[in-house]
């Protein structure tokens, strides 16, 4: 997307819950307690969406384990 003359990337993880040392390979890396920071942030948020799923999976009827 371009916007005022300024490209703005969006990069999406292929898979979630791991997190990336550095957006671009080879290019600066996260330090260890940002990096710990983020892993439990992936977790919470892998989490509410499970919780989010089931809730609604048990409201309509439709539940499946995978």
């Known amino acids: 997307m ?3 003359d300024i490209m ?3 990069l999406q993880k292929r898979d979630k819950g ?3 040392a550095s957006p671009i390979l ?3 890396q996260l330090d260890a307690y940002s ?3 983020e892993q439990k942030r992936l ?3 892998r989490f509410q969406e499970e919780v989010n ?3 609604s999976s048990k409201y ?3 539940f499946s384990l995978s």
């Open 43 to 45: 977790m919470l948020q």
């Open 60 to 62: 309509n009827g439709h």
């Open 53 to 55: 799923d089931y809730n």
């Open 8 to 10: 703005h990337i969006t």
């Open 35 to 37: 990096s710990d920071l």
């Open 2 to 4: 371009e916007e005022d």
């Open 26 to 28: 080879g290019e600066g």
């Open 18 to 20: 791991q997190t990336w």
